[in-house]
Every structure is written in C-alpha cells, then in structure tokens.
C-alpha cells in the first residue's frame, strides 16, 4: 500500500512537471496567477481604508450637552497694546467678551465634563482678533478674573486654551472658565492686563 501510494505520487509529480515544460499555455497561466495576486491585494486595500473611515466616524464622538443654566450676552470690547521684546508697542489687542453662561455640561479636551451636585460651570466665551501683521501667542486667562459675592478673592479661570495663538490679522474664538456654586449669583468680571488698572463688568445671568 504504501509503495503504492509513493510511486503513484511520484508520477504525479512527473506529469506536473512535463506539463510546465512543455505547455503552451504556461505564459497564459502566469499572468492569470499574477492578476488575481494583484487583484486580491488591491481589494485588501480597499477593504481596509474603507474599514478605517468607519472607524474614523465612529471614534468621531458627538456629546449632546445640556443647554445653559443662565446665559448673559455681553458684546463688551476691550483694547490692549501688543508690545515687542522690548516693551515697544507694535500694535493692538482686540479682547472681546460676547457672553457668559452657566453650564451643567461642557466639553473640556474632546470629553464630556459634568459639575458636581451644587456646582456650575462659569464659561466665558471671547472673540480676539489681532491687528498685528505677525502671529501672536497670548494667556487669555491672563486679562479676567472672577469675584464673587463681593470677596476679597480674586479667581482665575482654570478652564482655558492657553496660550491662545492668533495669526495675523486674524480673529480668534476661545473660551475661559471656572466652577462656581451653582447658586452664585453676585459675579463680577474684572478685564484687564495683570498690572494695570481693570474695568469691573457685573453679571446678571439668566
């Protein structure tokens, strides 16, 4: 049985050979092999980007966050000197408040962010636009703080994008924020550069 099998199998092999030596349809055969080589990783590839933008969409995550507690449209704008390494003023900062809310929900770094019991998130959102004709690099945070109830205590915004980089002549939109008691209601927003004299803007959110 098992010589059998052996010498069948070897003329088997003989055959195979015989058939590729002297085939005319050899070439015909090697090109058929290499377009469906060709074909078969062409479709992988295909199968594969298009299996990484469906991943793209559905790593794309869309928080749906509560609306506002309170909001305040403002539309308050303020003016700062940009200067150069050497204190020369080049040019002037627009700073412009457009509104403040009182959030439940934000979104802080692509992830959903939710206040503890009793507390608030204080956003104030900015338009800045820089008049210079080079990129600029500023801290917002470092034009506002918070003061509630009349306090001693001056806060300063830990909800930030800092440093906020605006190319030239050119608007930029960002936002500052901080957690207060969700039952604040006497805020105070004072704007102004650190060492100069600042201008106090009273909220009353609704």
Not at 64 to 78: C, H, M, V
Not at 144 to 160: C, G, Q, S, Y
């Amino acid at each position: 049985m098992n010589i059998f099998q052996q010498s069948d199998y070897g003329s088997v092999i003989r055959k195979i050979k015989r058939f590729f030596k002297s085939s005319p349809y050899l070439p015909l055969i090697i090109v058929v092999l290499l377009v469906a080589v060709v074909a078969f990783f062409a479709i992988k590839s295909i199968v594969t980007k298009s299996s990484g933008v469906t991943q793209s969409v559905q790593g794309d995550k869309r928080f749906d966050i509560s609306k506002p507690l309170r909001q305040e449209s403002l539309n308050r704008e303020f003016t700062f000197p940009l200067k150069d390494q050497n204190g020369k003023e080049v040019s002037k900062l627009l700073y412009n408040i457009q509104s403040v809310e009182l959030r439940k929900e934000i979104v802080v770094k692509g992830q959903k962010a939710t206040a503890l019991d009793g507390r608030a998130f204080l956003i104030v959102n900015l338009k800045i636009t820089n008049n210079y004709d080079k990129t600029i690099q500023i801290n917002a945070r470092d034009y506002l703080r918070v003061i509630i109830d009349n306090a001693t205590e001056k806060l300063a915004p830990d909800i930030h994008n800092d440093p906020v980089e605006v190319q030239a002549i050119s608007t930029k939109y960002t936002r500052l924020g901080l957690a207060i008691n969700e039952t604040d209601k006497n805020i105070v927003l004072q704007v102004g550069e650190i060492s100069e004299k600042k201008d106090s803007l009273k909220l009353n959110l609704k």
